[in-house]
Nanobody, 123 residues
Framework: VQLQASGGGWVQTGGSLRLSCAAS????????MGWFRQAPGKEREFVAALARSGASTYYADSVKGRFTISRDNAKNTAYLQMNSLKPEDTAVYYC?????????????????WGQGTQVTVSS
């Protein structure tokens, strides 16, 4: 499956952005989805995960209550709604997919990756 992330940009502290991850090539509903981020000089870190059905989600503590992961299988698209953004959320955000069941918070738990979209939050 090919993934295309979009929706990043510049926003002030407290603002919102919605990232999209468009999938093509395979049956989207067969894939669990995840969002990760990587800030300059840091390792890629887990943000949010979503099961194939959309029934199960998991969030990093740093974004819990502010970010929401979702999917629209009819549109072959996953989303990351980001509210109450903070400067420490600044990073390149990547979507990822795997046809394994359940959810995963590990980079190794995903096979396919999008190209990344930059999110910058100014103070």
């Amino acid at each position: 499956v090919q993934l295309q992330a979009s929706g990043g940009g510049w926003v002030q502290t407290g603002g919102s952005l919605r990232l999209s991850c468009a999938a093509s090539g395979r049956t989207f509903s067969n894939y669990r989805m995840g969002w990760f981020r990587q800030a300059p000089g840091k390792e890629r870190e887990f943000v949010a995960a979503l099961a194939r059905s959309g029934a199960s989600t998991y969030y990093a503590d740093s974004v819990k209550g502010r970010f929401t992961i979702s999917r629209d299988n009819a549109k072959n698209t996953a989303y990351l709604q980001m509210n109450s953004l903070k400067p420490e959320d600044t990073a390149v955000y990547y979507c990822a997919a795997s046809n394994s069941p359940g959810i995963s918070i590990r980079v190794e738990g995903y096979t396919y990756w999008g190209q990344g979209t930059q999110v910058t939050v100014s103070s």
